[in-house]
Each structure stands twice: as C-alpha cells, then as structure tokens.
C-alpha cells in the first residue's frame, strides 16, 4: 500500500514538469521567450503576472521534489530502487507514446527538446555538486 501511494505521489509531483517538457506545454511569445502554461493562455496575463505564476510553480515543483524526498529516504534501499526503475519505465514509455503521435518532423523537434533538457539538467546536477563541493570547503 505505502509503495503504491508513493508512486502515485511522485506521479502526481511529476506532472507539472511534463506539462513544461511537451512541446507546445508553453508558448513563445514574439521575443523569443516563454510565457505561461496553455491553462494560462487565455488568461492575457501581464508579463509581471507571467513571472509571479512561472515563480510559483517553481516553488511547488520544488516543494514536491523535497516532500517527495523526505519520504523516500524512509524507503529501504530495495524498494526505492524499485520503484525508482518502476517510474523510469513508466517515464519512458509515455514519451515512446507521446513521440509516436507526431509527425517525422515533430518527432525531430520533440527529440531535440528531450536532448537540451537533459543537457540543462545535467549542468543543473554538475552545478549543485559544485556548489556543494564548495560549500563544504568553507
């Protein structure tokens, strides 16, 4: 039952950041940047009000994200492995599906997109080491 729940939790924390990876979960805007979300979209909302909304979400992802360790961490190892492999097979195959609905060129788009994510995340990842490295030096 208690994996069953997380799995839906970290799910239910996940969605967010697949609204913000799908192509066309934002929009552009004429200046090359990103406005808000599609839900948003017919809301006209004012550059200050894009912002605030893109801040808030960031710190509900975030909240998520630290929730979402906090009990993970009470998992045992087995387990958080499991279901780790569990929601990476299930990540996985959503973005199978999701690519096989597109046309040649979308699916090219779509895999670029998928590649400059995981760059950002990875320099994301290189970034907090670093500063956790430097951090723990001082």
Do not use: C
Request: overall charge positive.
């Amino acid at each position: 039952m208690m994996r069953k729940s997380l799995v839906a939790l970290l799910f239910t924390a996940a969605l967010p950041t697949l609204a913000f990876a799908m192509p066309g979960g934002m929009h552009d805007d004429h200046h090359g940047g990103k406005k808000a979300p599609h839900m948003f979209h017919q809301l006209d909302l004012s550059k200050e009000q894009q912002r605030e909304m893109h801040k808030l979400m960031g710190e509900q992802m975030k909240q998520r994200h630290e929730i979402t360790q906090r009990y993970l961490a009470k998992l045992p190892d087995a387990e958080r492995k499991a279901m780790q492999d569990e929601l990476k097979a299930s990540h996985d195959k959503t973005r199978q599906s999701m690519r096989a609905l597109l046309k040649p060129e979308q699916q090219k788009a779509f895999d670029e997109g998928l590649k400059k994510m995981e760059e950002k995340r990875a320099e994301r990842a290189e970034f907090r080491q670093w500063k956790t490295e430097r951090d723990q030096q001082n």
